[in-house]
């Protein structure tokens, strides 16, 4: 009888392990394998959620954003331990701190079949123009990337999401050629987000983000206020959290531009799919991305997008076809290309067929965990 595969699927956030990796823990399962859903925060309902998918959940401790080295070597240390207390004999990890340790404890634990994704290249690539690098940071950086190189040199596999931060590892030489592969992205159960017309009475533009500098939303709330006072009814709606990251908004901030009747912010939501029903266009005026899995949801559905010509958010639109990409930054073009769908309402009906189409085509998370399962030798 042959030996079953236990796989360790290692990330950071028991909502994300569900909400991005539930699909792939459902067809590990159903490779005939044993699954293992490490996290850092399990909750009641979100263990169950994991139990549901076929896979056992796993609680380890790591700091999502700390650079605190005694923990993160506590973290690799507990990381090991469990490794070889579940005899785990395939490490599938994601995220760069995950990356990073789980590469090294899996390599150490004596884990022979080890697999990395990068979703995005992370803070320590992807700072802003208006984000002053002091000392301490700098070290940061060169410290994660040194890290990142020694961690990513343990895996068979590495998989990115856009042709940009391929460029990018490469040129940094943090891992050789022939270990990379490239992934559509996280991908969308096209059942679970069904095509919906769009909603056109009033025209309103949603983005849907951590409320973080790079994701573009200050572009987004100074853009609507260029719009506000000539297209009263139309509504602007952000939805996301407050986050520890270095490059956070504040909640002032975002405050103010509610007060002034700018934007609208529910805050977080825990499932866009009702707002994006009640939405004509998605908009993510981001800095960077892997490629955004608020923007597949978006496709699916059937919603025009406005993005930035940027890594990553180039490959959600075609130009012209299902929505417009816009220049990184440039609030000006970005409220040009709302107008046009304000002022020509025929095109949100029509480029939100277009980005189905392209949903159907690229972001089919079945095709996707195909291709990454034949990568790890699971099929």
């Excluded at 070597?73 to 599938?92: A, E, G, W």
Aim: proline residues 6%; contains cysteine.
């Amino acid at each position: 009888m042959p030996k079953i595969n236990r796989v360790a699927v290692i990330g950071t956030i028991s909502s994300s392990m569900v909400s991005f990796r539930g699909s792939l823990l459902a067809d590990l399962k159903g490779q005939g394998c044993e699954v293992f859903a490490f996290a850092i925060d399990y909750d009641a309902e979100t263990e169950a959620k994991v139990k549901q998918l076929g896979a056992q959940p796993v609680l380890y401790q790591l700091e999502r954003t700390g650079t605190n080295p005694i923990r993160d070597l506590s973290s690799t240390l507990q990381l090991i331990r469990l490794l070889k207390q579940y005899k785990i004999d395939t490490v599938f990890s994601y995220f760069i701190k995950p990356v990073i340790y789980a590469s090294l404890a899996a390599k150490i634990a004596g884990v022979p079949n080890r697999f990395a994704l990068l979703p995005g290249l992370g803070y320590a690539f992807t700072k802003t123009l208006e984000q002053q690098t002091t000392l301490k940071q700098r070290v940061v950086e060169i410290v994660v990337r040194q890290l990142l190189k020694s961690s990513l040199q343990q895996n068979k596999r590495v998989f990115l999401y856009n042709p940009d931060d391929i460029k990018e590892v490469l040129q940094s030489k943090l891992v050789e050629p022939q270990k990379v592969c490239r992934l559509n992205g996280t991908g969308i159960q096209l059942k679970d987000y069904p095509f919906i017309a769009p909603w056109n009475s009033p025209i309103t533009f949603l983005l849907a983000a951590r409320l973080l500098v790079e994701k573009g939303i200050r572009e987004f709330a100074q853009a609507a206020a260029k719009i506000k006072p000539l297209y009263p009814h139309t509504h602007f709606i952000l939805l996301g959290n407050l986050d520890t990251n270095p490059g956070s908004l504040t909640e002032e901030q975002i405050q103010n531009w509610t007060k002034d009747g700018i934007i609208e912010w529910p805050g977080h939501v825990p499932d866009i799919r009702p707002w994006l029903k009640k939405t004509s266009v998605y908009v993510l005026p981001s800095y960077r991305e892997g490629v955004p899995r608020s923007t597949q949801e978006a496709l699916a559905m059937g919603r025009a997008v406005i993005t930035t010509n940027a890594p990553g958010c180039r490959e959600t639109v075609k130009d012209g076809v299902n929505g417009y990409l816009v220049p990184v930054r440039d609030v000006d073009a970005l409220a040009v290309a709302m107008i046009q769908f304000i002022k020509q309402p025929t095109l949100i009906a029509n480029m939100g067929r277009e980005s189905r189409k392209l949903a159907e085509e690229k972001f089919d998370v079945c095709k996707i965990n195909a291709k990454l399962l034949h990568e790890m030798g699971l099929t």
